[in-house]
């Protein structure tokens, strides 16, 4: 690994091929596009022990810009899971690689190339829906395998949530090659969220603008989907409707509604979309919120891993108090982060849209958060914000993630994107003499302080 900061990292892929983040734009077979799919639980790994180590970590760069689609469901993967190659040295493995983009795919670019994001994110998952994303084994290995905050994964590469907010392509989802999936966010009443329109594109900075505003067909209408849910660990995104009058309450009572479907669940207080939702971030507020949401889980004939989601807008105090309430709280692990209010590092300084940014130009401030959080508690963490490659991933592992979410960069990659990133993970692992992923969590810390 390379001992540079991680600016410096960043340029260090300004050369590759378009083909390592956007398979899609490449329309030779053979490109690095290969597929595995995620079905039922993997097998207990290492646990979900965590590194105070001070290694340095090599970030894997942004890759040369190119105008992207909404996303769009990869093509049909090979049968087979990951197989290692039983040779001594600890050799890479040898991992099946996926086909070409399938002629449906092209043409399903195309189109969606033509039309606003959100009418072509919900053609996606339309398309998810039935049946024309990619189908297969899980991708896993030994050292991908994990657990984390008591759930076994296959491998610790997930869906964030917002992708799949009212859970109508779970089966499609859970073959995609996640080792977990996230739905929501649900609140107890369906709601529209805010005017249309509400997704923007940032292409140059291979980024995006939202401002939904928790749009969802309510908690009984997603409930109902998650009673048929696939095998595999699928966790829920809680919300609370923007004219609710007890807003914790809310938390809870999507919890008490969706729990028996669900392996986790994650407390989200950190949407800027919904006005004042991100007050109940402050110390005093969360502690309350979290004390009725815990009290609901603990009444339940099955309780579940409770995350929090925070935001990385954070000032360092903030970021100490959420720390320590969630300790105390006693949640199974903390989500850092959601979108940014912030523009920095946008290509057009002039963007004034409102709205979280996702994407790219969030990696180094959300790993930053999470690199501060791993240095003041022991609960796990998950890491999302720019994550778009596998080295990528390794960095926020490195910085203190025992697991990482993605959705962005599903935009420029399409869902297969999420088999990429953990067989290159696993490659990684390999060629630096991991055993397993658990060992590598928080050993770049110091890079991010």
């Not at 097998?43 to 190119?66: I, Q």
């Not at 509400?198 to 140059?204: A, P, V």
Request: hydrophobic residues 40%.
């Amino acid at each position: 690994m390379g001992r540079s900061g991680p600016r410096r990292r960043n340029a260090r892929r300004s050369g590759r091929s378009r083909r390592w983040l956007h398979p899609f734009l490449d329309c030779r077979t053979g490109a690095r596009d290969g597929r595995e799919a995620f079905r039922g639980r993997g097998r207990a790994g290492a646990g979900g022990h965590r590194h105070r180590g001070t290694g340095r970590s090599a970030l894997g760069a942004v890759a040369r810009r190119s105008a992207f689609p909404a996303s769009l469901p990869g093509a049909e993967a090979p049968r087979g899971g990951l197989v290692e190659e039983a040779a001594a040295g600890g050799r890479t493995p040898r991992i099946p690689r996926g086909h070409g983009m399938s002629a449906l795919e092209k043409l399903g670019l195309a189109a969606l190339h033509r039309i606003d994001p959100e009418t072509g994110h919900g053609l996606a998952l339309k398309a998810l829906k039935a049946g024309l994303g990619p189908k297969g084994s899980p991708v896993t290995s030994a050292r991908l395998a994990t657990r984390v905050a008591g759930l076994d994964l296959p491998n610790p590469v997930g869906l964030a949530a917002g992708f799949d907010k009212n859970a109508v392509a779970l089966d499609a989802l859970a073959q995609t090659g996640f080792g977990f999936v996230e739905v929501g966010a649900a609140t107890p009443r369906p709601q529209e969220g805010n005017p249309r329109p509400r997704l923007w594109r940032l292409t140059q900075d291979r980024a995006a603008i939202n401002r939904f505003g928790f749009n969802n067909e309510g908690m009984e209408t997603i409930a109902g989907r998650l009673a048929r849910r696939p095998a595999g660990i699928i966790g829920l995104n809680l919300g609370a409707n923007k004219d609710s009058e007890d807003r914790a309450a809310d938390f809870a009572a999507v919890l008490t509604r969706c729990a028996a479907h669900l392996d986790f669940a994650t407390v989200n207080v950190s949407s800027p979309n919904t006005e004042k939702l991100r007050d109940l971030q402050g110390r005093a507020a969360l502690s309350a919120l979290l004390a009725g949401v815990m009290a609901a889980n603990a009444a339940l004939p099955r309780p579940l891993p409770v995350f929090l989601k925070i935001a990385p807008d954070l000032s360092e105090a903030e970021i100490e108090d959420v720390a320590r309430v969630a300790e105390e709280a006693r949640v199974s692990a903390i989500v850092a982060t959601n979108t940014t209010l912030s523009r920095d590092g946008l290509t057009d300084s002039s963007v004034t849209t409102m709205g979280g940014l996702s994407g790219q130009p969030l990696f180094e401030r959300s790993t930053r958060v999470l690199a501060r959080l791993s240095s003041l508690t022991d609960l796990p963490l998950i890491g999302v914000g720019g994550v778009g490659s596998a080295e990528q991933a390794y960095a926020k592992i490195r910085a203190g993630a025992s697991a990482v979410q993605l959705y962005t960069a599903l935009v420029y990659g399409g869902v297969s994107l999420a088999g990429e990133i953990a067989r290159g993970l696993n490659a990684l692992l390999a060629r630096d003499g991991f055993a397993n992923v658990a060992d590598v969590v928080g050993t770049g810390r110091s890079d991010w302080l």
